[in-house]
């Protein structure tokens, strides 16, 4: 799949600069406060160059508890740039033959490298690495998020970035005939990673039903306020096999009471996910249902069923209280999850209460948070922690 991937990135890279050194002779820049663009005047070439930062105050400087030693860990403070990020995306050759590199200057990673083809909206193509279309949640940007993280669930059950291919597109029937597609093969291994180690890919897709007539994107907060209502339900799954049983933008990884894999495809791993969003004048609400089956075939094929799922919503007062500054949201969330088949043994909870303040829209904003995590062992909690956090994130 790596191969594959690298040769068709290469071969049209190599085609679309020999059409542009023959058609191109000059290009113009501008800066709009979305970036700094470049274009060739016959625009068979564009760039577009944006940065992102974000600062962060929390205490305490720490993660959120996926465990129960994480609760007695006594963390300081944390102050400084939590996220700094490049992207660069434009064209080249054509205006449907579209790339995208995002950058993180703080863990010096490179996170997303894609080549797209878009000419038609309902059938679409693109190759590198990315975050896959698979959750709601993970797939709104950090810049663009309701909350400074993402819930508890999250990094239980997303797939995150991975390096492979994908066929997606808008059918976009009358009324409640309109639907958002994803379908993708990956090599199932994480960010970074160019071998599936064990020849298996990850296969996934997603089925997203806009039941309103107008195609639900993947952002949070309804700054735009939406004067007709817009609603989603939408069905995803993934299948494949692998030493790791979660991922993120550090990579692969293993969850809690998963050793690292002693064999390559030790983890035979089905998920799947339903989740919903809605906007509607100042108000945006969201929420995902997950499960993960797990069967170690290196431990006597031994099963495990991780359930979770959160809710989640935002509102402009300011559309119900006069009085109420217009940019001002307030929003909020619980989540839960099991990390055991018995939901009764063990069970984490978190409920998060956010402010944004926009003052561009989410290219400009600061965010005042509290987040309490708990853990439950037999319907008792065992670990409790409160977390007060401020941020301020601006793109450029």
């Not at 010096?108 to 975050?131: H, N």
């Amino acid at each position: 799949m790596s191969t594959l991937c690298a040769s068709l990135f290469h071969t049209t890279v190599l085609a679309s600069e020999v059409d542009v050194e023959r058609e191109s002779s000059a290009t113009f820049s501008q800066y709009n406060g979305n970036g700094l663009s470049f274009q060739s005047d016959n625009n068979t070439f564009s760039l577009r160059v944006r940065g992102r930062l974000q600062f962060r105050y929390a205490n305490p400087g720490i993660s959120q508890p996926t465990e129960r030693a994480d609760f007695e860990h006594n963390a300081g403070n944390q102050f400084g740039v939590n996220r700094a990020r490049v992207k660069l995306d434009g064209h080249i050759g054509l205006p449907w033959i579209k790339y995208g590199v995002e950058y993180d200057a703080v863990d010096q990673r490179t996170l997303t490298a894609t080549l797209s083809f878009e000419k038609y909206d309902a059938l679409r193509f693109k190759v590198g690495q990315w975050k896959v279309e698979y959750s709601r949640e993970r797939s709104v940007s950090s810049g663009g998020q309701q909350m400074m993280d993402r819930s508890i669930i999250n990094r239980i059950f997303t797939l995150d970035r991975q390096m492979g291919a994908s066929l997606y597109g808008n059918l976009d029937g009358p009324g409640a005939a309109n639907f958002n597609y994803w379908v993708g093969v990956f090599n199932g291994s994480g960010r970074g990673d160019y071998s599936n180690h064990d020849g298996e890919n990850m296969y996934t897709g997603r089925l997203q039903w806009n039941f309103l007539g107008e195609s639900v994107e993947f952002k949070n907060s309804d700054i735009t306020r939406t004067a007709t209502p817009k609603a989603a339900l939408a069905i995803a799954g993934a299948k494949f096999k692998s030493q790791f049983t979660r991922f993120s933008s550090s990579g692969a990884g293993n969850l809690a009471n998963f050793s690292a894999g002693e064999i390559e495809g030790q983890y035979d791993i089905q998920q799947f996910v339903i989740d919903g969003a809605y906007f509607y004048k100042g108000f945006n609400a969201q929420a995902e249902y997950h499960e993960k089956d797990i069967v170690d075939l290196a431990n006597n094929n031994r099963e495990t069923t991780l359930r979770g799922y959160y809710v989640q919503a935002g509102y402009f007062l300011s559309e119900s209280i006069s009085w109420w500054p217009e940019p001002l949201e307030m929003a909020a969330r619980f989540g839960t999850y099991s990390p055991r088949d018995s939901e009764q043994d063990e069970r984490f909870f978190e409920k998060t209460v956010a402010f944004n303040y926009f003052f561009n829209g989410h290219k400009n904003k600061l965010t005042a948070e509290v987040s309490r995590v708990s853990l439950d062992q037999f319907d008792t909690e065992v670990g409790d922690e409160t977390i007060y956090s401020l941020q301020w994130d601006v793109s450029f």
